[in-house]
């Protein structure tokens, strides 16, 4: 079955440091995979996604994510934090055969001033 | 611009009472799904829906059922509420396939006292 997991359960990094967030998979196919970010009291809002081609992609608010099959992973990325970027993010991988979505249980990223 | 709005951000309830939540989206997508969200748990499936008047059971539909009469429209359903309940419900709505974005509402956060 697939599954997505998040090691981290609360990240904190200052603002204008560098920032990684881990997101592990398990997918026995080429995975269809996602980072969301939910911003305090809103919904969930799509960063970047992964199906095929080019393992770095980039996504909005200067976000990027590399997928790297050999470590099962797709860790996001950003150089520089904001203190806007405060929320929580969620890694997420396509099901195949159905349209759903497998989620991770999330990280929340703290921004220090 | 794309919307997927939900009838309540905040809605309190009694124990047995039968609840409604609502969701419409307006981008004619096919795929409509209902998710719960709780701390540490991220956001597990409970029903979705590929077409008007279809509907498939998603994780943890135990005590709750759906509604889908109109494309743009996906009710959720607590036939009597309980405590275990209380948490914040997030509809989301795609295209068909596993490689597309799921868009989602701001969330409706549910108390059942």
């Known amino acids: 079955a697939q599954s997505v997991t998040q090691p981290d359960i609360h990240i904190t990094v200052s603002e204008g440091a560098s920032l990684e967030l881990r997101c592990n998979y398990s997918y026995g196919a080429t995975p269809y995979l996602f980072w969301y970010v939910q911003s305090p009291g809103q919904g969930l809002q799509l960063l970047l996604k992964y199906f095929s081609g080019d393992t770095l992609v980039q996504g909005i608010k200067g976000f990027e994510a590399e997928f790297k099959r050999s470590q099962s992973s797709f860790n996001l990325r950003k150089p520089s934090v904001h203190w806007s970027d405060a929320a929580e993010y969620f890694c997420?991988?396509?099901?195949?055969?159905?349209?759903?979505?497998?989620f991770g249980k999330g990280t929340r990223l703290h921004i220090l001033p | 611009d794309v919307k997927v709005t939900q009838s309540s951000r905040y809605l309190v309830k009694r124990t047995g009472e039968k609840v409604f939540l609502e969701c419409v989206q307006d981008m004619d997508h096919e795929n409509m799904f209902w998710y719960r969200q709780d701390p540490g748990l991220g956001l597990r499936l409970i029903y979705f829906?590929?077409?008007?008047?279809?509907?498939e059971k998603g994780d943890i539909p135990e005590g709750y059922s759906v509604s889908r009469e109109k494309k743009e429209r996906f009710s959720l359903i607590l036939e009597s509420a309980s405590t275990n309940q209380t948490s914040m419900y997030l509809c989301?709505?795609?295209?068909?396939?596993?490689?597309?974005?799921?868009?989602f509402g701001p969330g409706t956060r549910l108390t059942v006292l």
């Open positions: 989301a709505s795609s295209l068909p396939g596993s490689s597309v974005e799921q868009f």
């Open positions: 829906s590929y077409d008007v008047k279809m509907k």
């Open positions: 997420a991988v396509g099901a195949g055969r159905d349209d759903k979505i497998i």
